[in-house]
């Protein structure tokens, strides 16, 4: 059974930074390619970042671009989001999901909540 659990969320300061993680079970994790993708209720769903299975990233939201970082270590089935200079804007629940051979993502994770404030 697919398992996708994120960690490292919390309550942070504008301009400090968090390292999100996602520890992927049930599958093999290196053949996927891998989003994070985040929800906030006044923006809706947006995707992040997408890393394929060679380790080359994709950004989809140009406010993340040269301030988050996603990267993955198929050693330890894990995905990374490196995120600096937050911004109040940044605070979302962030979702680790697994993209399937159509290209949809397939499977997600419960999320993990990221506040940014003062």
């Known amino acids: 059974e697919v398992h996708l659990v994120e960690s490292g969320g919390g309550l942070v300061q504008p301009g400090g930074s968090l390292r999100l993680s996602c ?7 290196s053949l996927h390619s891998m989003s ?12 992040v970042l ?3 299975t060679s380790g080359e990233t994709a950004a989809a939201a140009d ?7 996603i990267s993955r270590d198929n050693a330890k ?3 990374y989001l490196q995120m600096n ?3 109040p804007e940044d605070a979302a629940l962030y979702y680790c999901a697994r993209i399937s051979g159509s290209r949809s993502y397939d499977y997600w994770g419960q999320g993990t909540q990221v506040t940014v404030s003062s």
């Not at 520890?23 to 994790?29: D, L, N």
């Open 23 to 29: 520890a992927a079970s049930g599958f093999t994790f």
């Open 36 to 47: 994070w993708v985040r929800h906030s209720p006044g923006k809706g769903l947006e995707r």
């Open 50 to 52: 997408t890393i394929n």
């Open 63 to 69: 406010s993340v671009k040269g301030r988050f970082t």
């Open 77 to 79: 089935n894990t995905l």
């Open 85 to 87: 200079s937050l911004k």
